[in-house]
């Protein structure tokens, strides 16, 4: 069965750096965009990052242009982010999603699988 799960989530200070992992399985991976999302409480989810099927192209909200880095390897199949600059407003659950499309759109309804999500803490 498909399976996203994502890891690296913890408790970090501002100013400091995390890089979540998801490793996929269940369907094939390199045929698939990868995206980012986030869910601090009491808001929406929303976008973060995505990487199309082949890694040549990125995209990334406003809020975290120049601080995350998204990437993947599709030997392993694994998207990644590397968050750096860490804010105590990126404070959320993060989650990886996966879309049969070739680029990354920002609006979660064009996923078709996501993960359980893993949760960012960033202390002032």
């Known amino acids: 069965q498909v399976q996203l799960v994502e890891s690296g989530g913890g408790l970090v200070q501002a100013g400091g750096s995390l890089r979540l992992s998801c490793a996929a399985s269940?369907?094939?991976?390199?045929?698939?965009?990868m995206g980012w999302f986030r869910q601090a409480p009491g808001k929406e989810r929303e976008f973060v990052a995505g990487i199309s099927r082949s890694g040549a192209s990125t995209n990334y909200a406003d809020s975290v242009k120049g601080r995350f880095t998204i990437s993947r390897d599709n030997t392993k199949n694994t998207v990644y982010l590397q968050m750096n600059s860490l804010k105590p407003e990126d404070t959320a659950v993060y989650y990886c999603a996966a879309t049969f499309r070739p680029v990354a759109p920002s609006t979660e309804y064009n996923y078709d699988y996501w993960g359980q999500g893993t949760q960012v803490t960033v202390s002032s």
């Open positions: 269940g369907f094939t991976f390199s045929s698939y965009a």
